[in-house]
């Protein structure tokens, strides 16, 4: 089965064509970011005006790439949320017009659910049922998963999602946006233990906040001039407690749904420090621990295709009053 993906729920466009639910022949992603970094942040205007102007030529470039004819496509799969409604609706209304013109059907997906899925197009020997941690720019949440089509959540952020604190603490510290990127990069080489954040205490131990920390920095800062010594130790100790964070709160769900296997997703999975963290920790602790290779963490359209194609083969349709979903 073919399957074309269509995801456009915050600033990329992106389009994808998957053989199956596994192999990519082709995932063009465009974005708009360069723009937005001069306002500090996604511009949620912009951003749709944007997708609206690149979604054809997106589309062009992915079937071109994939070698394939329109006719070849079996089926569309598209994020229907959550994200930014205008993002969404300019994705789902391409996506049902094209199923419409091939006379195909059209599947909606949830973006949270896709960049766990993203790890199927990287693994091929992951076993259910499993913990998933989505860490992104939008989400920080911990599911229990018995199947693709079922996932129970466990907590999530009752603030700030983890990637929007990094933007954040990067904007009070000067750094430009997106954040995450930037304070990985400041954080190398910088002293992880000189100043101690703590991300605060919930009653769900599998919930998360990661506010606190962002105002901690901000007063930490204000009214001082650092050198960038300092600078370099502060990237590194909040990325430290945000990375901490993660891991135990992952690894405390592993431990109360007895699971086993860890699966990571989202953009903020990209962060190298990360990912060689909690694999190691993981490990310690009997988890064995997967994220998709870095080009797959961030929003494309291939993860859509694919988590679209394996609803399908369960039964799951949507019809062409598909609509955006926003939680
Ligand atoms: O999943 P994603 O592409 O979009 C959403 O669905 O939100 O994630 C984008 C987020 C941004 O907040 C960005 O700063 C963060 O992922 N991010 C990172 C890194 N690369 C991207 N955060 C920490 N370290 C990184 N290397
Ligand atoms: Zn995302």
């Known amino acids: 089965m073919i399957v074309l993906g269509v995801e456009s729920s915050c600033d ?6 998957v053989r199956g639910s596994k192999k990519i022949l082709s995932n063009i992603v465009a974005s708009s970011l360069k723009i937005h970094s001069k306002h500090g942040g996604v511009i949620p205007e912009i951003a749709s005006r944007m997708q609206l102007e690149s979604i054809a030529s997106v589309f062009n470039q992915a079937v071109k790439k994939a070698k394939i004819n329109c006719k070849d496509i079996d089926l569309v799969s598209v994020t229907s949320g959550p994200g930014l409604p205008g993002s969404l609706l300019v994705g789902i209304s391409f996506a049902k017009a094209l199923a419409l013109s091939l006379g195909k059907p059209v599947i909606g997906v949830n973006h949270i ?6 790890n199927l197009l990287c693994h091929r020997n992951i076993k259910l049922p499993a913990v998933a941690l989505v860490v992104s720019g939008g989400h920080t949440s911990l599911f229990y998963i018995k199947d693709f089509a079922d996932f129970s959540l466990l907590g999530e952020t009752l603030d700030d999602a983890c990637g929007e604190a990094f933007d954040k603490v990067a904007k009070i510290m000067g750094l430009g946006y997106p954040g995450g990127p930037l304070i990985e990069k400041l954080a190398e080489g910088g002293n992880r233990k000189k100043i101690k954040f703590a991300c605060s205490g919930m009653n769900n131990e599998m919930d998360f906040s990661f506010s606190g920390i962002k105002t901690a920095v901000f007063y930490y800062l204000k009214g001082k001039k650092i050198g960038p010594g300092l600078k370099k130790d502060l ?16 690894l405390v769900a592993c431990k109360h749904k007895k699971s086993a296997v860890l ?9 190298g420090y990360l990912r060689q963290k909690i694999y190691s920790k993981a490990k310690e602790a009997g988890v064995v621990c997967y994220f998709p290779d870095t080009n797959l963490c961030m929003d494309n359209a291939a993860m859509v295709a694919a988590l679209g194609s394996y609803l399908y083969e369960k039964g799951k349709r949507s019809s062409l009053n ?3 979903e926003l939680s």
Do not use: D, P, W
């Open 235 to 250: 990237a590194a100790c909040f990325q430290e407690s945000a990375v901490n964070t993660l891991i135990r709160k992952s």
């Open 322 to 324: 598909l609509n955006i």
């Open 263 to 271: 699966l990571i997703g989202g953009g903020v999975v990209a962060n």
């Open 12 to 17: 990329e466009t992106s389009v994808a064509v």
């Open 113 to 118: 659910y896709s960049h766990v899925y993203a």
